[in-house]
């Protein structure tokens, strides 16, 4: 910024600040605007797809000043929004993140100043749905078997299912394809066993 720059910016804080106070009575929505171009425009980001802005605005106001805007706050704030979005269109200018703006008590900044603090957010990431182990195909792990030259025995069969005792339930290795028998214990099929397969 040059010293001409600098100097205007300067003075103009000087007849916005005490000198201005002298002849306003209170914080109007238009030099809150002003505000916020401003502090839009004071920190940009030259990346290479354009010049980005902050999309996050902190207006910090006395609480009495402040104490003046709370029952038009939420669309005060939008319509600054909205503003500050069509500046940013107009001057090829990016957001990182849907804009906003809040207005913030703060006991630290006098009356009838206004003093606002700026952030590039991004958006919160979408979580990603959770990912799960696909269902094995028929035969693939046979298959897996095979092509690793596994040649371990088969597993003999395990506890019967449903409580079906160890007698009903087939004996010795199990046949190729075989990963159980299914026990049947009531009903018309009670005492059948049945192979199951994957």
Known sequence: MSGIDQFERLM????EGSVGRMFRSQVQPAEIGRRLERAMEARPLVSVDGTIVPNDYRVHLNPEDAAT???IEAPLCQ???????????????????PVHV?????????RRDVQVQTALEAPSPTPRPLERDP????????DERTRLGD??????????????PAPHAPSGPLPQGVVAFLAVQHGALAGRT?????
């Open 135 to 142: 269902i094995p195909q028929r035969g693939s792990y046979r």
């Open 69 to 71: 805007f709370k029952e």
């Open 151 to 164: 040649s371990s025995p088969r597993p003999r069969m395990v506890a019967p299912v449903a409580g079906v």
């Open 102 to 110: 809040r207005l913030v008590d703060d006991p630290q900044v006098g």
């Open 12 to 15: 103009e804080r000087a007849v």
């Open 79 to 97: 319509s600054f929004e909205q503003w500050l979005g069509e500046i940013a269109a107009e001057r090829g200018y990016r957001f990182m993140g």
């Open 194 to 198: 049945f192979p199951l397969r994957f």
